[in-house]
């Protein structure tokens, strides 16, 4: 029993009880009294915190919690009525506050959810702006990289470096292990290797275009993932285990049939390259949706940089195609202008050289003609001057046609009697047509104008060349001219629809229709008649002479006035017609004073002397000369004296300008001067003559005498002052006339 009370506890059970409880009351009242503490502290901090009087309500309810287990610290021994009053207090005011408490929870909570909802939701939107903006910097790093490449590329226009550039450029910028380009053939059935990153000269495999791989990436315009054993991806160095994934796209060749490349397949549709790209082996790199958008963009950038280079190369190539035709034409140019300058040169000098000894030959015959001859000598001199005469047309014709040919022949515009043409062709025309007892008749129409602006030597030498065939290809019969105003029905041709006239009042077509009983045209003959050199070999006109050029020059004639020739025939042995029309311009009645003369042939050759007329005749006979002249030159000089003394004038010859100056006084009346003859001045001496005599009553007339057709000779004689000028070969008959007009007129200028 001792032994028993010795190990009996200290304090009794409910004591000890007590004793635990009283010290956790103790400390749930300092745990409670210390969160408030807490709560101020939070919601001091916490500026945005929503519910702010929650946690005020919270902080009472664990202050009165606290409180309640302070107040029972005094329970557990006797207390006083005061202790129990205030334990009851606080436990009523802490249920009512935990119950307010647990009714606003109800109401808090699902606040607190939302809440919760949407830190959710912008954890979510800011991650996929994170992952947009991921995007758009990968984008913008490819948009850097495409023009940097696109840079690269089109830094240059030969093909062989952009090909090579992109390359390159791919394979630094994508970490490729190898980039490669497969080129169609020229027959286009297969690719060929043609450009690699690795290989300075790839060996040129080929395959077939039509794999089924490679028309897998032919059909799409996108980046396509192929096998790295394709055929066009087999370009690693054995030993690898474990390939890097390969793409391919096609670069487009933009219709290469367009260019012409040399070395490049001639192709009628549209045709790709191939480039084939490879990641490094033995790695787990993957291809990501910017690298092959940036594949995608450069193949693109090449085909527009090759097709430039297409262009490029083309464009150089025809620049030396051009450039090598502009160096032929050049040197075929300069060779027709010296050709052209040869035959100006030498229809100059023949000019002047034929019309000098016709000059002597017509002057002559016309002088013997003049003098006391016997039937058989007169008809001998006859025929000599018909000859001379045929001669000297011939020689216009072949000059005029030149000119013509080389488009330096103007038409020489004027006003003109109209009916005069006619009148003068029909003079020349009965003597001979007489002969052959042929009946001429001209026929007028009323309404034709009497006066016209034209080129009348033009008109009249076409007119007379149709005559004049019409005579020498007629034994019997009659000819008949008819003129009129052509009107709107007749001016059309249906052989010759280019001839288009239209139709004004300050102009009028002139038809002119010569129609002959003479030996006819084979139809088939006559779109020969036109040709230079060509004549007509029918049987009844072989024998009729002349040198083929009169119609080729009259239908050149023709064109020029706007006009249109044509001859109709029905057949052999059943004449012909011929029939011109040309435009005029539409001119008032002038004065015949005003109109340009011409040398008129007179009926009285003795009436028309000049009996005492004094001449001066300037040619080069003097002694430093004289030993170095043409006999033909000669001639001229004694030719041109002996008309003139024929004619009764008084004629002084000289040799130089200085005996002419000293010689030359106000009693000559006319001074003639050879303007083609070297070492005479004839322009500078006409200005000293102008000096010389300050009055134009006083002076000379000056007179050029020359061979020469050329326009500008006329031109500088009426540029350096003279009064006339004569085209060789001069007759007695043509002299007489122009001395006539001279001297009535004072001044005369023969047209050329």
């Given at each position: 029993?001792?032994?028993?009370?010795?190990?009996?506890?200290?304090?009794?059970?409910?004591?000890?009880?007590?004793?635990?409880?009283?010290?956790?009351?103790?400390?749930?009242?300092?745990?409670?009294?210390?969160?408030?503490?807490?709560?101020?502290?939070?919601?001091?901090?916490?500026?945005?915190?929503?519910?702010?009087?929650?946690?005020?309500?919270?902080?009472?309810?664990?202050?009165?919690?606290?409180?309640?287990?302070?107040?029972?610290?005094?329970?557990?021994?006797?207390?006083?009525?005061?202790?129990?009053?205030?334990?009851?207090?606080?436990?009523?005011?802490?249920?009512?506050?935990?119950?307010?408490?647990?009714?606003?929870?109800?109401?808090?909570?699902?606040?607190?959810?939302?809440?919760?909802?949407?830190?959710?939701?912008?954890?979510?939107?800011?991650?996929?702006?994170?992952?947009?903006?991921?995007?758009?910097?990968?984008?913008?790093?490819?948009?850097?990289?495409?023009?940097?490449?696109?840079?690269?590329?089109?830094?240059?226009?030969?093909?062989?470096?952009?090909?090579?550039?992109?390359?390159?450029?791919?394979?630094?910028?994508?970490?490729?292990?190898?980039?490669?380009?497969?080129?169609?053939?020229?027959?286009?059935?297969?690719?060929?290797?043609?450009?690699?990153?690795?290989?300075?000269?790839?060996?040129?495999?080929?395959?077939?275009i039509h794999h089924p791989v490679i028309n897998q990436v032919f059909s799409s315009n996108r980046a396509?993932?192929?096998?790295?054993?394709?055929?066009?991806?087999?370009?690693?160095?054995?030993?690898?285990?474990?390939?890097?994934?390969?793409?391919?796209?096609?670069?487009?060749?933009?219709?290469?049939?367009?260019?012409?490349?040399?070395?490049?397949?001639?192709?009628?549709?549209?045709?790709?390259?191939?480039?084939?790209?490879?990641?490094?082996?033995?790695?787990?790199?993957?291809?990501?949706?910017?690298?092959?958008?940036?594949?995608?963009?450069?193949?693109?950038?090449?085909?527009?940089?090759?097709?430039?280079?297409?262009?490029?190369?083309?464009?150089?190539?025809?620049?030396?195609?051009?450039?090598?035709?502009?160096?032929?034409?050049?040197?075929?140019?300069?060779?027709?202008?010296?050709?052209i300058r040869a035959r100006n040169d030498f229809l100059a000098v023949m000019n002047h050289e034929m019309?000098?000894?016709?000059?002597?030959?017509?002057?002559?015959?016309?002088?013997?003609?003049?003098?006391?001859?016997?039937?058989?000598?007169?008809?001998?001199?006859?025929?000599?001057?018909?000859?001379?005469?045929?001669?000297?047309?011939?020689?216009?014709?072949?000059?005029?046609?030149?000119?013509?040919?080389?488009?330096?022949?103007?038409?020489?515009?004027?006003?003109?009697?109209?009916?005069?043409?006619?009148?003068?062709?029909?003079?020349?025309?009965?003597?001979?047509?007489?002969?052959?007892?042929?009946?001429?008749?001209?026929?007028?129409?009323?309404?034709?104008?009497?006066?016209?602006?034209?080129?009348?030597?033009?008109?009249?030498?076409?007119?007379?060349?149709?005559?004049?065939?019409?005579?020498?290809?007629?034994?019997?019969?009659?000819?008949?001219?008819?003129?009129?105003?052509?009107?709107?029905?007749?001016?059309?041709?249906?052989k010759a629809p280019e001839f288009l006239p239209v139709l004004s009042d300050n102009h009028f077509y002139?038809?002119?229709?010569?129609?002959?009983?003479?030996?006819?045209?084979?139809?088939?003959?006559?779109?020969?008649?036109?040709?230079?050199?060509?004549?007509?070999?029918?049987?009844?006109?072989?024998?009729?002479?002349?040198?083929?050029?009169?119609?080729?020059?009259?239908?050149?004639?023709?064109?020029?006035?706007?006009?249109?020739?044509?001859?109709?025939?029905?057949?052999?042995?059943?004449?012909?017609?011929?029939?011109?029309?040309?435009?005029?311009?539409?001119?008032?009645?002038?004065?015949?004073?005003?109109?340009?003369?011409?040398?008129?042939?007179?009926?009285?050759?003795?009436?028309?002397?000049?009996?005492?007329?004094?001449?001066?005749?300037?040619?080069?006979?003097?002694?430093?000369?004289?030993?170095?002249?043409?006999?033909?030159?000669?001639?001229?000089?004694?030719?041109?004296?002996?008309?003139?003394?024929?004619?009764?004038?008084?004629?002084?010859?000289?040799?130089?300008?200085?005996?002419?100056?000293?010689?030359?006084?106000?009693?000559?009346?006319?001074?003639?001067?050879?303007?083609?003859?070297?070492?005479?001045?004839?322009?500078?001496?006409?200005?000293?003559?102008?000096?010389?005599?300050?009055?134009?009553?006083?002076?000379?007339?000056?007179?050029?005498?020359?061979?020469?057709?050329?326009?500008?000779?006329?031109?500088?004689?009426?540029?350096?002052?003279?009064?006339?000028?004569?085209?060789?070969?001069?007759?007695?008959?043509?002299?007489?006339?122009?001395?006539?007009?001279?001297?009535?007129?004072?001044?005369?200028?023969?047209?050329?």
């Amino acid at each position: 029993m001792e032994s028993c009370n010795c190990i009996e506890p200290q304090w009794p059970p409910d004591d000890l009880l007590m004793k635990y409880q009283y010290i956790s009351d103790f400390f749930i009242a300092l745990a409670y009294f210390s969160i408030p503490l807490e709560l101020i502290y939070f919601v001091k901090k916490s500026a945005v915190f929503p519910y702010r009087w929650v946690l005020v309500q919270f902080g009472a309810f664990i202050v009165l919690c606290g409180a309640t287990h302070l107040i029972n610290l005094w329970t557990f021994t006797v207390h006083s009525r005061t202790v129990a009053s205030v334990m009851t207090t606080a436990k009523v005011l802490t249920a009512a506050v935990s119950c307010i408490t647990a009714l606003m929870l109800v109401h808090i909570i699902p606040d607190l959810l939302s809440v919760k909802t949407r830190e959710l939701f912008l954890k979510n939107k800011a991650a996929e702006l994170d992952r947009e903006m991921g995007l758009i910097r990968t984008q913008e790093e490819t948009g850097r990289h495409v023009r940097m490449l696109t840079h690269e590329i089109r830094s240059t226009l030969d093909r062989h470096t952009i090909l090579k550039t992109t390359l390159v450029e791919l394979g630094r910028t994508l970490a490729l292990e190898e980039c490669a380009l497969w080129m169609p053939t020229r027959t286009g059935l297969e690719l060929q290797l043609s450009y690699t990153l690795r290989q300075q000269n790839p060996v040129g495999y080929t395959v077939p275009i039509h794999h089924p791989v490679i028309n897998q990436v032919f059909s799409s315009n996108r980046a396509v993932k192929i096998s790295p054993n394709c055929p066009v991806a087999r370009l690693r160095p054995a030993g690898k285990y474990m390939p890097g994934e390969v793409v391919a796209v096609r670069v487009p060749l933009l219709h290469l049939s367009n260019f012409h490349i040399n070395d490049w397949p001639e192709l009628s549709t549209k045709r790709y390259a191939l480039m084939v790209l490879m990641l490094p082996s033995d790695s787990a790199r993957q291809w990501h949706v910017h690298e092959l958008e940036l594949v995608e963009v450069v193949a693109d950038q090449v085909a527009v940089a090759l097709s430039h280079a297409a262009i490029l190369e083309e464009s150089m190539r025809a620049r030396d195609l051009l450039m090598e035709q502009n160096v032929a034409l050049d040197l075929a140019r300069r060779e027709a202008e010296t050709a052209i300058r040869a035959r100006n040169d030498f229809l100059a000098v023949m000019n002047h050289e034929m019309r000098t000894p016709m000059h002597a030959i017509i002057a002559l015959s016309s002088l013997l003609q003049e003098t006391e001859l016997t039937p058989e000598q007169r008809l001998m001199v006859e025929t000599i001057l018909k000859s001379s005469n045929l001669l000297a047309t011939l020689i216009n014709d072949v000059l005029d046609l030149s000119r013509l040919e080389d488009g330096s022949l103007q038409l020489d515009l004027g006003t003109f009697n109209l009916y005069a043409v006619f009148r003068e062709v029909l003079n020349l025309i009965k003597p001979i047509a007489s002969v052959k007892k042929l009946h001429v008749s001209l026929n007028l129409a009323p309404d034709l104008p009497e006066y016209a602006i034209g080129d009348e030597k033009r008109l009249m030498q076409t007119i007379l060349n149709i005559v004049g065939n019409a005579v020498k290809f007629s034994k019997e019969g009659s000819i008949s001219i008819t003129a009129f105003v052509a009107k709107l029905d007749t001016l059309r041709d249906s052989k010759a629809p280019e001839f288009l006239p239209v139709l004004s009042d300050n102009h009028f077509y002139l038809r002119v229709q010569v129609k002959d009983s003479g030996s006819g045209i084979n139809p088939l003959d006559i779109p020969k008649l036109f040709t230079k050199f060509a004549q007509n070999q029918s049987t009844g006109t072989r024998n009729s002479g002349g040198s083929g050029l009169g119609l080729a020059i009259c239908k050149r004639f023709v064109n020029l006035m706007e006009g249109h020739i044509w001859i109709e025939s029905e057949g052999l042995g059943k004449g012909c017609t011929a029939i011109l029309i040309v435009k005029l311009g539409m001119a008032e009645r002038v004065n015949e004073s005003k109109l340009p003369y011409m040398p008129k042939m007179p009926t009285n050759h003795g009436q028309t002397a000049f009996p005492g007329l004094k001449v001066l005749v300037m040619d080069e006979n003097g002694s430093a000369y004289k030993h170095f002249m043409t006999t033909c030159t000669m001639v001229s000089r004694m030719v041109t004296k002996g008309l003139l003394l024929h004619l009764g004038c008084d004629v002084t010859m000289v040799g130089s300008s200085d005996e002419c100056l000293r010689l030359v006084s106000h009693e000559h009346k006319v001074v003639f001067m050879d303007i083609c003859v070297p070492g005479i001045d004839s322009y500078g001496i006409t200005i000293r003559i102008h000096e010389k005599f300050t009055k134009r009553h006083e002076r000379p007339l000056l007179v050029a005498l020359t061979g020469n057709t050329d326009k500008v000779k006329k031109e500088n004689c009426m540029r350096a002052g003279m009064d006339g000028l004569i085209l060789k070969p001069v007759s007695l008959d043509k002299m007489r006339s122009v001395l006539t007009d001279l001297l009535e007129h004072r001044v005369f200028f023969e047209a050329i």
